[in-house]
């Protein structure tokens, strides 16, 4: 059983960062974010909470499905940087949408959450026949976590959401999900309520004894590493499932965090960029919303149309990736 993705739905923030307000603060020049990142502005949320910026995509989303938001069963939000410890972004949403008898949860698989809960949608569809709808929805705020005297970091990261509404279908439909838990430590950010010094006085290693307590820590080589080698790896598990090729695919949709890694991904795996919907350039990395948010863009512009064979491609903290394949 495959799904049919019926609309979709985004949300960006009016605040703009550019490249050169990051020298205001950092030692750093729009010519050397640009040509490392591929980045040249990013949106931030300011007042707009998380659940705000998913609610407002999520609306537009089920506009442009043409469904009554009463009939959603389910609202999986992927998210991050959730408002609150509980409830979860997903329950905040469903009554703000006007799903009322909608189940709903919070999905973290970081930048590969809209991957990951595509997934899950499917497998809720498949195995409940009362299910008719479910909203998607990836909603991010990394501008609150961000350490903004970190000049390798906080130059790379926007806020956004994005939301799509899916039903079951006979179209083509292939995943493949997987985590490195052992590259865990090379991207977070601890929870509020967990101080590494706490930690440190247990009878066990902690495993991120260097995470500044709320702030993201990176490390960019590690990530980059890996990021290289996940991304067409999510791509090729996805692809041997069902006996197709990079030639069968009309758009290759990635995770949106660094210009070169995506243009790594596309050497490794044979296919020319002109296939790869890229627009982390006005976007930044916003997580797991960054695959719908260029996702949606492209379909709002004539790019990506229905029918043609899509591959979307993520990576993210966990250490964690994973690929669909499907029919838009």
């Not at 210009?259 to 997580?287: C, Q, W």
Request: some cysteine; proline content about 4%; charged content about 25%.
């Amino acid at each position: 059983m495959g799904i049919s993705i019926l609309g979709m739905g985004r949300y960006v923030p009016e605040q703009i960062l550019t490249n050169d307000d990051f020298t205001r603060f950092v030692e750093t020049s729009d010519e050397w974010i640009r040509t490392r990142t591929g980045i040249t502005e990013r949106p931030m949320a300011g007042w707009e909470p998380t659940w705000y910026m998913g609610k407002m995509a999520s609306l537009r989303a089920i506009e442009a499905a043409g469904i009554a938001a009463e009939d959603i069963g389910l609202v999986i939000s992927c998210t991050v940087t959730s408002d609150f410890n509980t409830p979860s972004m997903a329950s905040v949403i469903q009554h703000e949408v006007g799903a009322a008898e909608a189940a709903a949860f919070d999905l973290n698989a970081a930048c590969s959450g809209f991957v990951y809960a595509l997934d899950t949608a499917r497998r809720f569809l498949e195995t409940d026949d009362s299910l008719k709808y479910v909203l998607v929805v990836a909603n991010e705020a990394l501008s609150r976590f961000l350490d903004f005297s970190d000049r390798s970091s906080c130059i790379l990261f926007g806020d956004g959401a994005a939301a799509a509404i899916v039903e079951k279908s006979d179209k083509l439909f292939s995943s493949a999900l997987r985590s490195e838990g052992s590259g865990a430590k090379y991207l977070c950010s601890r929870a509020l309520n967990v101080a590494p010094e706490v930690a440190q006085e247990k009878e066990f290693d902690d495993p991120f004894p260097q995470a500044p307590l709320h702030k993201l820590q990176q490390n960019g080589k590690e990530v980059y590493k890996f990021a290289t080698q996940a991304l067409p790896k999510s791509f090729e598990l996805a692809a041997e499932k069902i006996n197709i090729t990079k030639d069968d695919i009309d758009w290759f949709v990635p995770h949106q965090a660094n210009i070169r890694i995506i243009e790594t991904a596309a050497k490794k795996l044979g296919v020319p960029m002109e296939k790869f919907i890229v627009t982390l350039d006005h976007y930044g990395n916003t997580s797991s919303a960054s695959i719908p948010l260029a996702l949606c863009e492209a379909t709002e512009k004539g790019i990506i149309k229905r029918g043609q064979k899509i591959a979307l491609i993520g990576f993210g903290a966990g250490l964690t990736y994973g690929g669909i394949i499907m029919e838009y």
